[in-house]
């Protein structure tokens, strides 16, 4: 199979690497908007964790185009859904908790907190990596430029969040769990059909 012109495949990756990371964006923001402080290492963490699942996703995808992607197809709405919806209402439960600022900011980027969020946002991009199947796409270009797109906008994210978030903290954590229910509630209906 021939590759499309490197012009029109760097356009058409770039474009495809931005709508994808913007679910990332989004949940970047709001988790910047529950931490009062934000180290370099939690923002590399932050990219690493998007952009490392945003780029393995697709590259599943791809592999396994025909075999199993009408199941995941099928369900993904629901589980991005189920996903943002708990994780958003444990961000809103832990607000009116009585909890140390440092603990919770450590806690914060942890596996237990980064891993749902990072797979929540990256199962649209199964698909994506099926659509490359049969596209004339250098798969291993594409999964890295989605891969360092996202890392970069979840990582401006999480500090844009974080302006917006450090004076207002509890209000802040309320409305970040806000987003992502949000986020989840926007995918279901836009799978069912209930908005374009």
Not at 136 to 146: A, H, R, T
């Amino acid at each position: 199979m021939n590759l499309m012109h490197p012009i029109h495949m760097f356009v058409a990756v770039l474009l495809i690497s931005v709508s994808v990371a913007m679910d990332a964006f989004a949940v970047s923001i709001g988790k910047g908007l529950t931490v009062s402080r934000i180290r370099p290492v939690d923002a590399v963490k932050s990219a690493l964790w998007f952009g490392g699942f945003q780029a393995l996703f697709p590259l599943l995808g791809y592999f396994a185009a025909s075999t199993f992607s009408k199941y995941v197809v099928a369900v993904d709405h629901w589980i991005i859904f189920g996903l943002l919806a708990f994780i958003g209402g444990n961000m809103i439960r832990e607000a009116f908790e009585e909890e140390e600022e440092n603990a919770r900011e450590t806690a914060q980027f942890d596996w237990k907190h980064m891993l749902p969020l990072a797979v929540a946002c990256s199962i649209d991009a199964f698909a994506v990596g099926v659509s490359f199947a049969f596209m004339k796409i250098n798969i291993i270009i594409s999964v890295i430029c989605i891969g360092v797109v996202t890392g970069a906008f979840s990582a401006a994210g999480l500090y844009i969040g974080r302006i917006f978030g450090s004076r207002w903290q509890m209000p802040a954590q309320i409305a970040g769990g806000i987003v992502l229910i949000a986020i989840g509630v926007k995918v279901l209906l836009e799978h069912l059909g209930l908005l374009p």
